[in-house]
């Protein structure tokens, strides 16, 4: 009797502890903050991208093996430099080729204006045949007169038939010239394609390809860009944009040079994308020896005009290149994304994502879900 009174007392213990949990894991307390509106906006921070403002991608514009490729990664090579070559060898026979055609075609249209001017001034029809002298004594002094005298033979349509005959071998050969001439200026196209010249001063920054390797219309064989001229590029969201002009300064800070630099506005996009409502724009950067393309940059925009949305730092959680917040409402919280701006003492702006008089969570963020359940503290 003593050992089943024990076991009761046990096993009601331990539901007890099992619903505790389960209403501790259901339910949580928490701070909230009620996100408000402030009239001075700090400056706002936007990641960015160190880019050439010159780069070019050098790419087969033909099949053939690639017979010379210049330098290594990181040189540095002039303007008109031959950097990349291919294998020119049968271009270069279709290209005697077609000279032999045109050289053909050429002594064929001479050919044609010869034959053309003495069927003009010499016909044939009023020319003898050749033959035996009697023979042909004959034959000019019975034979034609007699055809001409019977009406039949038509020397004047003999005549325009041999002229016509012959303007149709002169533009037959003038039709071959001409084929032969496209066809060259066709084959130095290709040989022009065949070799790609530096196009400014830079520095290869790239180089996919070796001597000998296969390159098919579009591979890449080389990236060349200048250094001596660098830009930002950064997505500006679609709110701050409109307060930007072309010409404005702005702070950069590029972390990887430990520089703080200015940067000129040189290009904003006319349109924002409909995906990230960002608006690509251009700084140009002082060019520096610690300055690299491809650095990560933080430019500062100016105050926004208007107001802003702040919130506690320790109501912003960071996962991966994400960031969240927990809004609560009728008890529960809610997981909401957001796009962060410029920290001020223990406040973040908010860009989107939240709005005046949401009630954002600032305690334990960590341990919440979606959905769960909370009780303010």
Known sequence: MCRKIIATIVVAAVVLSTSATARGLDQRFADIFVVKESTEAPTVVISGSVVPFKEVTLAAQLPGRVKFIAGIEGEAFEEGTTLVALDEDELLAKRSAAYAQLAAADAQMRNANVQYSRELWSPQSKSAPGGMAIPNLFDQMFTRPAESFMGQRDRDAERSADLFASGTQMEQARSAILRAQSEIRAIDAKLRDAKSLAPFDGVITSKPANVGDLATPGRTLLTLEDESSLQ??????????????????????????????????????????????TAPVKLQIPSSPNIRSGQFARVSLPARKGTAIMVPKSAVQSFGQLERVFVELDGRVRLQLVKTGQVVDDLIEILSGVSAGDRVVVSDTRELVDGRRVTVN
Do not use: M, Q, W
């Open 232 to 277: 930002v590029i950064t997505d500006v969201p679609e709110a701050l944009v409109l307060d930007l002009a072309i010409g404005d300064i702005l702070p950069v800070k590029i972390d990887a040079a430990n520089l703080e630099i200015s940067g000129t506005i040189t290009e904003i996009a006319p349109r924002a994308d409909p995906t990230s409502r």
